[in-house]
């Protein structure tokens, strides 16, 4: 595969095999990259990393000429650093992602994805506040500065901070150790949020003004089951969604991305993984509307 097209998708970490079997997985898709959940994404039951095969899943990674830096993991969606208004929740957070990195870290990951945080009511200012304040804690003492936290930009579902860049260039601005943290674009939410996707040059402009390019260290390639500005967060197998297979395919082939990993959040269809007929459709740039028929 072309050097300058990192892509791969999310992929399960699960018995027997674990981080073995998320390389095979990744493998069996075409993919040239992958993105893990250390554990279940909707809670934070973690199994200790030494049972989680990752020497053999390492060795695998390089016989399979992956780069290894372009290996993502995402924090459960659950924890949230914003509540101020329950702290026992905001600890809850903080603890799990300090432990966290260490996880990430035991695998030879460099980006973990991480929501910033849902103020849950008490409003975006104090949201903000709590999550810098738990950023701040997470980070303090932490020595794994190979390990870098991407905010992911958000759909702006319920109380969600995030869905505008404003939010994480605020975040970023205000934390004691802005050097650990990178953003995750995922194109399903920023249309939720409002922004016109499909405007890839005028996104990627005001993403660099606002943000920064140099921060961006994953694009998560969805397309999304509603309108622009519905702040619903539902991703949609590509082309079937209001995105459309052509914009998502200009995020995975921009050359101001090239360098960036992509990563599918697409939902199975028929039970079956999307994957390998998307990740194959993005490569050949082309849409392949009896691509569900062949799962
Ligand atoms: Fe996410
Ligand atoms: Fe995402
Ligand atoms: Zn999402």
Not at 12 to 33: F, H, I, Q, R
Not at 58 to 78: D, Q, R, T
Not at 249 to 268: D, F, G, Q
Request: hydrophobic fraction near 35%; include cysteine; proline fraction near 4%.
């Amino acid at each position: 595969m072309n050097k300058e097209f990192i892509l791969g998708c999310h992929v399960s970490l699960s018995s027997p095999d674990y981080y073995l079997g998320s390389v095979n997985e990744a493998l069996s898709y075409g993919a040239n990259t992958f993105m893990i959940y250390t554990g279940a994404p909707q809670n934070s039951y973690r199994l200790p990393t030494e049972r989680l095969n990752i020497n053999k899943g390492k060795e695998a990674l390089k016989k399979s000429g992956m780069n290894s830096n372009h290996i993502i993991a995402h924090a459960p969606y659950i924890i949230n650093l914003g509540n101020s208004l329950n702290p026992s929740t905001a600890e809850l957070a903080v603890d799990f992602l300090k432990k966290e990195l260490q996880r990430v870290a035991d695998f030879g990951i460099k980006t973990l994805v991480l929501h910033p945080g849902s103020h849950v009511g008490a409003g975006e200012e104090e949201g903000l506040k709590q999550i810098i304040k738990g950023l701040n804690e997470v980070l303090a003492n932490d020595n794994n500065d190979d390990v870098i936290i991407a905010l992911e930009t958000m759909a702006g579902k319920g109380s969600e901070i995030g869905y505008k860049f404003e939010h994480i260039r605020h975040i970023i601005d205000n934390v004691d150790r802005p050097e650990r943290l990178g953003v995750c674009l995922d194109t399903c939410h920023i249309s939720d949020a409002g922004y016109d996707v499909t405007k890839v040059d005028e996104v990627l402009k005001e993403f660099d003004e606002v943000i920064g390019l140099e921060r961006l260290r994953v694009v998560h390639v969805n397309d999304s089951k509603n309108e622009r500005g519905a702040r619903k967060d539902r991703h949609e197998n590509l082309g079937y969604g209001t995105i459309g297979f052509e914009t998502i395919s200009k995020y995975v082939h921009h050359p101001l991305l090239a360098h960036v990993p992509k990563i599918l959040e697409t939902p199975y269809y028929d039970k079956k993984p999307p994957y390998k007929a998307e990740i194959a459709m993005l490569r050949a740039k082309q849409f392949n509307k009896n691509w569900r028929d062949s799962l």
